[in-house]
């Protein structure tokens, strides 16, 4: 016997399941255990993980050993996987289950031969100890769900009171008025040319000064933009700031191209060229100075669409990057047709690359593989000399890293801008930035040089 799991229209089917089993466990002393396994990635945001085509197949496979013929296991359309316990004890048995499945999810994804580091979280709810509806059964879980992932626990029991609405400190509304409210503030961290020595651009990354809960990184606050579709208006605000900034430091002599990141819904949306024209001719900057920068995988969530919108922003004048190389879902055939320039490795395959040996053959065949497609390479997470000289020696064309330069605000940026010959620091430590106002005159102070460059 196999077990229920469709591909199909996840969610509607399962609370048909769902009810059957609540109405069957109705009648009996047994309660019903719902599992809701959430994916964290380093580096990639929820949607853009479980859009992979093959990660919900892979993860079936490892599921299939664990569970029982009678579970049921959905895949969710936003890429959750429920499953179903119809007759357990109590909550014991679920944690149990949730621990096996655990333990099957341990070793990394192998999708399409590259490694996957994901970590799975689990909600876990009962009928009806924690609800007498089927229809909140879901929700239940849901909402143990967002506090694993909070607190950052493997799994998590729902506990009456919880109420995500309350505990969450990143709402919608939060983001929304951050938004509006200016909370919302740009650092830059530079591309190093690895030949020249020089600065080849500047990449923009998003900060949230939050009036109570302090600096909260993007890792954090991208995933709920996403989720609310707030990843939109906050592009376009990102978009409109790095353009504005770029025009200020040009007319200040300083001539540098920023660089900034989209995610899988910027390129869902088709206005997104329009926007980025218009930006461009009323901020008055011209479209070499504008990189883009996309995940692999927000990519091939819809590759078709993706290469559509890639190309009309690309015949714009606009450089596109795909970041975090090798550690998406690529499919090399697509890699062929994508309308970019550059590549980023990413920074898990560089940052020990001295000491792992598998890591630099994998970053020697990246480069390769990416000058064969006639594409400049970029490496992320340059923190050490020694990795820049192995760079070096494997003709990687690029470096960004802590061993050049934290991301930086404005101010220090301009300051480092300003003075030639390009001197870099990793003086200026987010931590320092943490505990000064966003825009405070601390980043003016501290700029050593970097002889060893
Ligand atoms: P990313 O685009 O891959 O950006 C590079 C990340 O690596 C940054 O993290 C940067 O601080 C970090 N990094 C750079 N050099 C080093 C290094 O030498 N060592 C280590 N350990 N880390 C290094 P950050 O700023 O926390 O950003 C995380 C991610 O959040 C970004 O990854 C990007 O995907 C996303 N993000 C940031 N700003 C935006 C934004 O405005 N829009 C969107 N859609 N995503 C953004
Ligand atoms: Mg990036
Ligand atoms: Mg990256």
């Not at 490892?62 to 357990?88: F, H, K, Q, Y």
Request: aromatic letters at 4%.
């Amino acid at each position: 016997m196999t077990q229920n799991i469709s591909d199909l229209s996840g969610d509607a089917e399962f609370q048909l399941r769902l009810r059957q089993v609540v109405l069957a466990a109705q009648h009996t002393v047994k309660q019903v255990g719902l599992l809701l396994i959430g994916f964290d990635c380093p580096d990639h945001s929820l949607a853009d993980l479980t859009r992979m085509p093959n990660f919900s197949d892979s993860v079936w496979t490892r599921l299939r050993n664990t569970l029982r013929d009678s579970d049921t296991v959905i895949r969710r359309e936003n890429g959750e996987i429920a499953v179903l316990l119809p007759s357990v004890n109590g909550s014991d048995d679920v944690i149990l289950v949730a621990k096996k499945v655990l333990g099957s999810l341990q070793e990394p994804l192998l999708i399409e031969g590259l490694k996957l580091d994901v970590r799975p979280r689990i909600g876990i709810a009962l009928f009806p100890e924690h609800t007498s509806s089927a229809t909140t059964l879901m929700q239940r879980a849901d909402s143990a769900l967002n506090s694993a992932r909070r607190s950052k626990t493997d799994y998590t029991l729902y506990s009456h009171g919880d109420n995500d609405a309350q505990r969450s400190p990143l709402s919608m509304g939060q983001l929304r008025q951050a938004i509006v409210a200016d909370q919302l503030f740009l650092l830059y961290q530079p591309k190093i040319n690895l030949k020249t020595q020089s600065i080849s651009g500047l990449e923009v990354l998003t900060r949230w000064q939050h009036p109570d809960l302090g600096l909260i990184s993007p890792d954090e606050f991208i995933p709920v933009a996403e989720r609310t579709g707030l990843i939109i208006p906050l592009t376009l605000w990102v978009l409109q700031q790095s353009l504005l900034q770029c025009r200020t430091w040009g007319e200040r002599g300083i001539d540098v191209s920023v660089a900034v990141n989209l995610s899988m819904w910027n390129l869902d949306a088709q206005e997104l060229p329009d926007q980025i024209k218009g930006l461009l001719q009323n901020i008055g900057v011209t479209p070499d100075k504008l990189e883009l920068e996309m995940t692999e995988s927000a990519i091939m969530g819809d590759p078709q669409r993706a290469i559509r919108t890639l190309s009309l922003i690309r015949d714009l004048g606009v450089k596109l990057a795909i970041d975090d190389f090798g550690t998406g879902y690529s499919s090399l055939a697509y890699l062929k047709k994508l309308p970019v320039t550059s590549m980023k490795i990413d920074k898990s395959f560089i940052l020990n690359m001295e000491r792992d040996k598998d890591n630099s053959i994998i970053v020697r065949s990246i480069i390769e593989l990416g000058h064969n497609l006639g594409l400049k390479i970029v490496a992320e997470g340059v923190e050490t000399h020694e990795a820049q000289d192995m760079l070096r020696q494997l003709d990687c064309d690029e470096a960004q890293g802590f061993y050049y330069s934290r991301p930086i605000p404005v101010d220090a940026m301009t300051e480092f801008l300003k003075t030639p010959p390009v001197k870099l620091t990793a003086q200026l430590t987010e931590e320092n930035i943490m505990s000064t106002p966003a825009h405070g005159p601390m980043q003016r102070n501290g700029i050593l040089t970097n002889p060893k460059l």
